[in-house]
């Protein structure tokens, strides 16, 4: 049974920074990628960032690059979200998830992630 658990969300001043930390129990496939969506009251999910196994490459929606950095420790099954310079518009609900990921084009793609964690409000004001 996996489990996937984010912590580390709450409310920040637009500038500030907050770190998520997801940590992830049960068998998860080495061959899963690893990422952060987002959503937004009323809109759909949005992939954030994400590691891609198949090269272990990163991957940033362009609305946080430069800004946001995930990152992982495989020894602890725990992956990571830094967000620096955080705006209003990155409030929602972050979300953890695992799953299979054909291409490095599509690691941000909602539909390829199969387990997902129950999420972690961040609120920027």
């Known amino acids: 049974h996996v489990q996937l658990v984010e912590s580390g969300g709450g409310s920040v001043q637009a500038g500030g920074s907050a770190r998520l930390t997801c940590v992830g129990s049960?068998?998860?496939?080495?061959?899963?990628?690893r990422g952060w969506l987002r959503q937004a009251p009323g809109k759909e999910h949005e992939g954030v960032a994400a590691?891609?196994?198949?090269?272990?490459?990163?991957h940033y929606a362009d609305s946080v690059k430069g800004r946001f950095a995930v990152s992982q420790d495989n020894a602890k099954n725990t992956v990571y979200l830094q967000m620096n310079g955080l705006k209003p518009e990155d409030t929602a609900m972050y979300y953890c998830?695992?799953?299979?990921?054909?291409?490095?084009?599509?690691?941000?793609?909602?539909?390829?992630?199969?387990?997902w964690g129950q999420g972690t409000q961040v609120t920027v004001s």
């Open positions: 590691i891609y196994t198949g090269d272990g490459s990163t």
């Open positions: 049960g068998y998860i496939n080495r061959r899963y990628s």
């Open positions: 998830a695992a799953g299979f990921t054909p291409t490095k084009t599509s690691v941000l793609a909602a539909e390829n992630f199969l387990y």
